[in-house]
């Protein structure tokens, strides 16, 4: 079983309210990822990280914001939540040591409602 | 752009019965194949992953084929059971790790 956490699994939260949603791993990976998903609908990637101090934006456009200042940890920032945020968010981590690419563990998600 | 599709969208089948997923994408030019299952309200389980120099994976009652140049895998259940019920999602890596999704296909196994 995979040791990746998100917290909070769900969230309602006002217009304009910041929130940080938080992702650790145990595992001790260099690479991390979020990616988020409509219900029934296929998952973005919308950050990335290859180690600490390493952060990219994916394919999505996201106004949300990240930072990798431990490799365990890669939380994600929304300084002004609106209702278009509202989505499932994902965290996940690799080890990338592989030439063609390892195993890429999930976390259970976070819920986000902004009302 | 790579575009990942998996049909069908949605698929109920009786206890005990083999089954095939199917996953196509546009660019042949991949590093490797995942498929992935998850279940309502949860996050990703990765179940095989292909790479790119493979033709196919297995583990327990799962086979997964890759075939690049056809842009094409497979996903085998076999002797499914009512707890494989989940959405089965196919996802394709463009670069080191940056995978491309599929819509998923949702999975009913019926006692």
């Known amino acids: 079983e995979a040791d990746i956490y998100q917290t909070p699994r769900y969230l309602v939260i006002g217009t304009g309210k910041k929130i940080t949603l938080e992702c650790s791993q145990t595992m001790g990976h260099d690479k991390m990822y979020w990616y988020q998903q409509d219900p029934g609908m296929e998952l973005h990637l919308i950050h990335y990280s290859y180690g600490v101090n390493s952060t990219e934006k994916g394919d999505l456009s996201s106004e949300s914001t990240v930072s990798r200042i431990r490799t365990e940890h890669f939380p994600l920032t929304l300084e002004s939540a609106r209702p278009s945020h509202t989505s499932q968010y994902l965290c996940?981590?690799?080890?990338?040591?592989?030439?063609?690419?390892?195993?890429?563990?999930f976390g259970e998600g976070s819920w986000l409602t902004v009302v | 752009k790579q575009e990942v599709t998996q049909i069908p969208a949605a698929l109920s089948v009786p206890e005990g019965e083999n089954l095939v997923l199917n996953c196509s994408f546009t660019?042949?030019?991949?590093?490797?194949l995942q498929w992935f299952r998850q279940d309502p309200g949860k996050g990703l389980t990765s179940l095989l992953l292909?790479?790119?120099?493979?033709r196919e994976q297995t583990s327990g009652r799962l086979n997964a084929s890759l075939d690049k140049s056809s842009g094409r895998s497979t996903l085998y259940i076999a002797a499914s059971q009512p707890g494989d019920s989940a959405t089965y999602l196919c996802?394709?890596?463009?670069?080191?790790?940056?995978?491309?999704f599929g819509q998923g296909t949702r999975l009913t196994i019926n006692p």
């Open positions: 996802a394709v890596a463009k670069g080191a790790q940056k995978l491309v």
């Open positions: 996940a981590s690799s080890t990338g040591t592989g030439v063609y690419g390892n195993t890429i563990y």
């Open positions: 660019d042949s030019a991949i590093y490797n």
């Open positions: 292909i790479q790119s120099s493979q």
